[in-house]
Structures are given as structure tokens and as C-alpha cells.
């Protein structure tokens, strides 16, 4: 479908798009997601301790990610968001925004679950600045090279023919490996 498509065709590396299909399918180890196979655990927010954590709240209701959103820029889109019922349809509403914005909330999205990870392993998380200097760098990052790959022309380099050296030279090819 052509939802499918956009996941795996957008311009972001690979195992982000493994992240977006895991997204869409709610299929992340989310501690809400492991109590539902039975395990008995506490299903707090590692970020801020308040509410059980799944992915509505990690992504879009925890108070840590609202103050992500509000730094980056996309607060309105988050808002925009919260109004989905599904995971896949706020993946969905992300792939009609305008490019720039698309990027930048994947990034967000990423660069979340990356924190998230973080928390849940004890390691130092980013406050709101660094979190947003992050996201700006990746989403200029994935705006030049993977979006601006896509534009150039695919027009092959000719690369240089062998030439014979000269008659009383001997020319020796090595490989540089030990």
C-alpha cells in the first residue's frame, strides 16, 4: 500500500525505517506492550515516573516530550497528532506534512525513542536544548544527503582508462594490504 511505501521509502537511514514500521505496528518493546505478554513489571514512564508508559504517552503526552516538541519547533504538529487513534494513523498524518517537518518529527520520533532508551538503562539523557540541537543537526543531516541524493542527477563519473607506461619504465599495481 502506498503507506507501507512511504515508511520504507522514506529518506531517513534504515533502522529508522525498521523503527517507523515498528511504530505503526505498535510492536515496540514499550513496558505497557511487555505487561500485555504477561510479565509483571513496573510500567512507569522511565522519563518522567508519572504514567504507564506506552506509545501515546512516550511519544506525544509525557511532560518531558511535550518540552521536546515545544523546543523543536512542533508543537502544533504534536498537537495535531494526539487527535489520531492508532499508532499507524499518526504515522500516517506525518507523511502529509510538508518535507522539512516530515523530517524533523521523524527525527523527533527517533531521537525520543534513542532518549527513552537511554532512561530506561540508567545512561545521562539530553536536556530539552541539546535534544533540539539533535534533531536540527539529523534532520539537516537526512535534508542533504538522503533527500538531496534522491534530486541529483544519476549520471555515471567516466572513470580514467589504463594507460601503458612509458617504454623503459615498469609499472607494479600492489595491493596495500599486509
Known sequence: SR???AVWKSPCRPRVHLFLWR???NSHPLLRNVERLGVELDILCPLCHRQAEDGGHLFLRCKEVKIRWRYCGLEYTRQQLQLCDTPSQVLAAVFKLPEEIKLRTICLLWSWWSERNNANHQKRCLDAEGFSARVGYLTKEWM?????KEKQDPTPIPSPRWI???????????????
Open 3 to 5: 503507506f507501507w511505501q
Open 23 to 25: 511504530f505503526a505496528l
Open 144 to 148: 542533504e544527503f538522503l533527500v538531496g
Open 164 to 178: 601503458a607506461p612509458p617504454p623503459n619504465i615498469i609499472k607494479i599495481n600492489v595491493d596495500a594490504a599486509f
